[in-house]
């Protein structure tokens, strides 16, 4: 409940309506950018599925990359000089808010600095060293989601209780409600950053479906409120004073409802530091218990892969061709192999790892199928153990001369990310693996290969 004295003049009112016009302006811009990241999002989906000439992407990022920060350039210079004009004509209201807007021109100020210029440059040399490996990823995505939760606190702190003095009732539950949304609901989000790595069209489509959406529903709450004050003016009262009021309740929840709004007191704003908080330390969380995607993902050594074949070489001659490749679920790949009157062996030995687990949820192993195909036919199946890479190895001795052989790599089932506990409500579905493909003919003259 809120309660005031006197009423600012209409003088004054008049003077607000025209400042929370740049308010308005600002948050509608913010509108059209996340928009354009729409558009830009469903494109970059479109380019992994077809594939266009380079020049395309190149040009259309470049454009929009343009637009966009042209978009939030202006959004933030209006922004900003909506709280200058609010500061300049806040004598009216209790001294506590006229410094509320002091430190949020300051905060704000510094938040674009650090967000836009400072932080991306931190984070980048961050990638570097995880790519070094001498930085673990966890720390990278809990740090990202600790400095993200504060970008976010204090730009939710700006954009609503500097329209507080001026909005109705039901505006400042929207506003605070909303905010607490926003804070609260982006954390979380970060889970879907640490999947892109590993997945970058899954990421489009979480954003897409559910990250864009969650900001676009926020600004239009935001610009609805705007808009709704900056129509009430200058004919709406606005109180000198107000203050917060808990109402009569009893119970556990009664009890704390009244210690929190007193907690709150006289700056309202109070009430986003305990979100904040709980999403810094969730944001954290997610950080810490992350799994590296590159680490300890146990490759073999090449040179252990060589004696492998050493083992089984009975020729004196032999050629070695290796392949790298990608096989959807349910597909194979085949590589032909002609041999000469004086080829003895063939042998393939094949290897993949899986993708790591992710937060919650355990990777199902992978299937592959390795075959041989010719006068005769030899096929292995294997299963990787969980965490750890797969390999199949099968060897044809006397092949003869003159005859063609199939080399046959088949997926015969990639394993999903199944939850560990609980109730997931996102399917993380795994359609493809990489490969590593090694093929040998031993002979004892001059053969051919192809």
Known sequence: MVSGGELVSLEDRTRMKKTVKFGVMAIGLSILGILLNFVETSLSLMW??????????????????????????????????????????????PKGYKKFL??????????????????????????????????????????????????????????????????????????????VIYIAGLVPLHQLALYSIENIRTFYIGSLALYLPILLGVHLAFFCCYLSVY?????????????????????????????????????PYRSMFPVALIGI???????????????????LDPKEILDRFDETDNGPEADITAITDEVMEGEEMTYRIKADEGMEAISAYLTWTDEPDLIRRENQPDTFELGIHGERELVDTNSNDHGSEGEIFVQMDEVGGGTEFDIVVRLVEAGDQEMRNGIGFITWTDDSNEFELLIRVTYNSDGEEE
């Open 48 to 93: 992994l599925a077809r594939e266009p000439h380079p020049i395309q992407p190149i040009l259309t990022i470049l454009v929009s990359g343009l637009i966009s920060l042209a978009i939030l350039i202006a959004s933030i210079v209006l922004f900003y000089i909506w709280l200058v004009k609010m500061y300049q004509q806040s004598n009216v209201f």
């Open 102 to 179: 002091l430190l949020t021109i300051i905060f704000y100020g510094s938040l674009i600095i650090v967000q836009q210029i400072i932080w991306p440059s931190v984070l980048m040399g961050l990638y570097i060293g995880w790519m070094w490996g001498n930085i673990k990823y966890g720390f990278i995505t809990g740090s990202n989601a600790f400095v993200t939760v504060i970008f976010v606190s204090i730009y939710a702190i700006a954009i609503i209780y500097s329209l507080f003095p001026l909005a109705s009732e039901k505006e400042k539950k929207i506003l605070t409600y909303v905010g």
């Open 231 to 267: 129509k009430a003016l200058p004919d709406r009262d606005i109180p000198s004073k107000w203050g917060t009021e808990p109402k009569p309740s009893k119970g556990a929840a009664g009890k704390f409802k009244k210690r929190y709004l007193k907690f709150i007191g006289p700056n």
């Open 281 to 299: 330390l969730f944001g954290t969380f997610i950080g810490i218990t992350s799994d590296d995607p590159l680490d300890d993902i146990g490759r």
